[in-house]
């Protein structure tokens, strides 16, 4: 009979596996060594989002676009006002991922958006 596999110390997932010398969270993409366990992820240590007026955002709120911005490719800008539901919150320099009606799928920088 085999041990069973160890954790994810970052996510605590049971679908671990073992790569060479690695061990890998198919989950999280976290890897590490054998016997070597990192910290997990704790609240501290995730990236808040704030809008316009410094409210933390989270996936799923509402927000309005508070400038018109120009989108590359349309044939007119995002207008000042315009809700936009259901937004999902990502890493990088434009972090929120949404579907705007007329525009399709956007990614939007929160400094431009104020939460609903």
Request: proline residues 5%; charged residues 25%; aromatic residues 6%.
């Amino acid at each position: 009979m085999t041990a069973p596999l160890p954790p994810c110390p970052q996510c605590a997932s049971t679908f671990t596996y073992h790569d060479g010398t690695q061990w890998v969270c198919p989950e999280c993409a976290h890897e590490w060594s054998d016997g070597v366990a990192s910290a997990p992820v704790t609240e501290d240590d995730a990236v808040v989002h704030k809008d316009a007026n410094g409210k933390v955002l989270a996936t799923g709120d509402t927000v309005t676009v508070i400038k018109d911005l120009k989108v590359k490719g349309a044939g007119s800008a995002l207008k000042s006002g315009t809700k936009v539901k259901n937004i999902r919150l990502t890493e990088g320099d434009h972090n929120i991922d949404c579907w705007i009606e007329g525009f399709g799928d956007m990614k939007l920088k929160s400094e431009f958006v104020r939460k609903v």
